[in-house]
């Protein structure tokens, strides 16, 4: 059955970054959200890699399992896909991307999820957030420690434990199946929305009872108002209600509506979504993009801006780094630039690394002994510790080791 509703989104860059690491997709059947991470290349080449692969999932389901069991199988091999780039590409080692995307399947709404993208449902005038973020705050709310206002403004609010990309061949990901009914109003929306926008104004947006497309300006509005330090993506999913059915037409926006080697500023669509016109028009057939020739293209168009930004010179000497750079990072090499905190023995230690081997041969070795014993620790900050702790650099790894002794204080 081809979902009943209209839908809308749109994908903006934000006041602060200096590209646009988001994805959002709207379908007929399938509606998307990634939030990439990963660099200046890799945050866009995994968002974009990400919802290229989702995309072929847009179409009806005869039941809820085969939806769900259709996401789990789609994100899986987006996880493969993302992993074989990293191996062909170095460079973009430490790429990944957050999906939250929902299938309408009849009367039910089934849902995937990863990462601090949200999911939010609209119902009577109440909002919901459906999703959990898989973030180290969530973990401390969920254990008590802090509250969800205290999250808000943590220094550790940005930091992922679950993501789609590179540093996990297996991802944990998150799916349900939820009723929905005429008249509900789903939004997905990156951290760009959620992070600055609060749950009090996003409600009260979404109940002005404007189109999806207008509604979808309206909060992006409040997200730069408020500064939109990071990229905003929105997607808005109406279930029946009073505006026109869908269309039929896909959305893209953000990194992945954009085709490399021409720059033409997005058009909006009668969905409210931003689009370039390579993606607009309704009567050209469908097609796919190779992943290998998709990503040639978006790495090469990220090329050719850098050389516009530079002279001559410039350009050959940033070339010859990046070749040195991808040497550099391949293999053993690069697993020496990752850091985590761990557990050895009894004490808390920050590992240069990464937790994985290739057999009995570790790619980690104790860098840094804090001096914290496991037992001066929490229950809940134990556990977490043994399964460790991604860093993003030496000095963030240090910065969490110091939490963490600060923890053992503040308990004494």
């Given amino acids: 059955m081809v979902f009943q509703g209209s839908s809308a989104a749109i994908s903006h860059t934000g006041k602060v970054r200096s590209n646009n690491q988001d994805s959002g997709y709207a379908g007929s059947n399938l509606f998307v959200v990634a939030d990439g991470m990963g660099g200046h290349a890799g945050g866009d080449v995994a968002s974009s890699l990400a919802i290229s692969r989702l995309e072929r999932l847009d179409h009806p389901y005869t039941s809820t399992s085969e939806a769900e069991r259709a996401l789990r199988i789609g994100i899986s091999d987006a996880a493969t896909e993302l992993i074989d780039t990293v191996h062909a590409r170095p460079e973009l080692a430490g790429m990944g991307t957050t999906v939250s995307a929902l299938v309408m399947v009849d009367d039910y709404a089934v849902i995937a999820h990863i990462g601090d993208s949200r999911i939010y449902l609209f119902r009577d005038g109440a909002l919901t957030q459906i999703t959990t973020d898989h973030t180290f705050v969530q973990r401390l709310v969920d254990s008590g420690r802090i509250t969800p206002e205290e999250a808000r403004y943590h220094p550790r609010r940005s930091v992922l434990m679950r993501v789609l990309g590179d540093m996990d061949a297996d991802p944990e990901v998150d799916t349900f199946i939820m009723p929905t009914q005429p008249g509900d109003r789903w939004l997905l929306c990156s951290d760009g929305l959620s992070g600055v926008v609060d749950d009090a104004h996003t409600a009260k947006a979404l109940g002005l009872g404007l189109a999806p497309g ?114 550099l990072f391949a293999g053993y090499q690069w697993t020496q630039t990752r850091y985590f905190v761990g557990a050895d023995a009894d004490t808390v230690v920050i590992f240069r690394g990464i937790q994985q081997g290739i057999g009995p041969i570790s790619l980690s070795t104790p860098y840094e002994d804090t001096a914290i014993r496991l037992t001066d620790l929490s229950s809940f900050e134990r556990t977490t510790v043994e399964e460790t702790i991604p860093a993003r650099s030496l000095e963030d790894a240090r910065r969490i080791a110091e939490s963490l002794r600060e923890a053992t204080e503040g308990s004494r």
């Fill in 214 to 327: 207008r509604t979808a300006d309206h909060l992006l509005k409040q997200a730069l108002d408020a500064g939109a330090p990071d990229n905003v993506t929105i997607v808005i999913v109406d279930v029946g209600g009073q505006h026109p059915l869908f269309s039929g037409t896909p959305t893209m926006v953000g990194s992945v509506s954009n085709p490399v080697g021409v720059e033409v500023p997005a058009a909006r669509s009668g969905r409210g979504g931003w689009l370039h016109p390579a993606r607009q028009a309704a009567n050209e057939p469908t097609h796919f993009e190779p992943a290998a020739e998709f990503l040639e293209e978006l790495i090469e168009e990220d090329r050719r801006r850098g050389r516009r930004r530079r002279i001559g010179w410039i350009v050959g000497f940033v070339l010859v780094l990046a070749a040195l750079a991808a040497a």
